[in-house]
């Protein structure tokens, strides 16, 4: 980057350009118990993304999200067990094993 350079609208478009080359961090998300509701979390994030009243709403987002980062969807029980996981990226075909 060459901002001591530049002015301006041009530091600002070279900043822009730098930040689009850095890739985003994907995230397996997790639908988690939160109280007496659900929680979707960014995998070892300490804040829940969004907290909403039923598993399914939780599920929901969490797929959204999933498959806009190509990632997994970890579904938990109220116990904090894993009940399932879905994948939304980039999978192995066929399967190994």
């Known amino acids: ?12 478009f070279y900043i822009c350009i730098e930040l689009k080359n850095i890739p985003m961090s994907k995230k397996n998300q997790h639908v988690v118990p939160h109280g007496n509701q659900w929680a979707v979390k ?7 993304t969004k907290v909403v009243d039923t598993q399914s709403e939780a599920i929901k987002i969490a797929r ?5 980062q190509q990632t997994e969807v970890v579904i938990h029980r109220p116990n904090g067990q894993i009940r ?3 994948s939304y990226g980039n999978d192995d075909y066929p399967p190994k094993g």
Do not use: Q, S, T
């Open 1 to 12: 980057m060459y901002l001591y350079l530049l002015g301006g609208f041009r530091i600002l």
């Open 42 to 48: 960014g995998e070892k994030n300490d804040r829940a």
């Open 64 to 68: 959204e999200i999933a498959i806009n």
């Open 84 to 86: 399932d996981k879905n």
